[in-house]
Each structure stands twice: as C-alpha cells, then as structure tokens.
C-alpha cells in the first residue's frame, strides 16, 4: 500500500493500489472510462506482469523492489503540437529525484524519455494521450523505475540501490517523485515552455557533443535541439537533419 502524499496539491491524491496487474497503463485507461476520475489519480501496482515499454518493447520489474505506476493527467490547455512537453517533464522529474537521492551518480536522460544512471537504463516512461480536436483530453503517465532490484536480464539497466548500496523507501521515493511531477505540470501549464526545455536539454545525453548515431547508415551528429513535436534535431557533416523517435539510434561504443 502507498500513502496519498502531504507534500502535493492535487497529484497523488487518488491512489489505486493493485498487489498485481497486467499493465498500470491499461488500468489507467480503463479508470479513465469512469467521468469522475480525478486528474492526478495514480494507479501503482508491486507486480506488473505484462508492462509495455517504447516502440512495443516488454518492461520486466522484479516484484515489490520497484515503483511502477501510471499517473491519470488532465492536460486539456496543451495543444497536440506541443504534447512531447509532457515526456519532457516526466524524465525531468525522474531525473530531479534521482539528483536528491543519490547527488554523487551521473544520470541523463536519454531521448525520448528514459533516464540513465550511470550510463545504464534505471527508468523507463510511456505516455498514451487521448486527443480532442487539437488539444489533450488526457494523458496516461506510465512511469517505470528501478528503486531496489538487484538482477537484471540484461547489463545495460540498473537501479538506484545497485548503484550505491543501500536500499530505499517506496513510499518515500514515490512521494519525491509526485511532487517534483507536479512541479513541472504545473510549470508547463503557466506555458514556462522555454525553462522546461532548457532543463531537458542541459540533462539530454548527447547535447551539443559528438557522438555516433546510426540511422540508415552511421554517421557522426550532434543534439543542437529537441522540436515540441518531439522530433530530434541533430548538426550533422551534411547539415541538420531531423529524426522521428523509430528512425534514429544511439551508438555507445
């Protein structure tokens, strides 16, 4: 169980706790057939079974060792041009909390929308958006992040009890977390677009430095923006070129 945290207005305030359940996503919208599902309700379960990543990819969490969570959002002023805004802020938030508690880790937020610790995967987010005419009906926040597992199927993720040692508390990360989201809600919604960005960008791996990229071929590019649509906009030996989430991927080595 989780405790509606002090420390918010408004998110949080809700919570729906499932020991178990598919996806908090699916859940999420399923609530959201309900007309008086407040903005703000959060759906956290200890055992998601069937959690779905970007681009169809499967998201595995050991149970109870995690905070996996969907966050029902009202976000009725954003236009549908500037949706990606809500990516932003939810690895923006991901990112503040993992500056609080572990202050001496390198963590980037990966484009979209994953935030890396110490060069590994340790948050994963999806965001569904239900559209009215141009602007968001409303959003479902999915939110994945490593807080205490210890083994992972692959070597490029992580969590924040590996990286330093010692374990943490659910509730007190989740409501960390909650407020630092709602922070940066309500800073998008007094449409401070160019401060959002800016935090994006000062946290994005690969801004303004070199790096591989592969797309139909390999090429050498550098981050110079991120566009409100959410396209990336990369300075390349050909000039800038501009990429959809499918189209580009990052090489390490």
Known sequence: MYKIPANTLFVGKVVEYMPSCHSTNDSARELLLQHDTSEGTVVITDNQTAGKGQRGNSWFSAEGANLTMSLIMKPNFLTVSKQFYLNMISSLAVKRVLNDRLPDANSQVKWPND????????????????????FLEHSVVGIGLNVNQKAFGLATATSMSNEIGIAFSLQSVFEKLLGQFEALYLKLKAERYSEIKDEYLQNLIGFNQWRKYRSEYVFDGQIVDVLDSGQLKLATQQGDKLFDFKEIEFIWN
């Open 115 to 134: 935030v890396l610790l110490n060069n590994r995967k340790v948050c994963g987010i999806l965001i569904e958006n239900g559209i009215k005419r141009q």
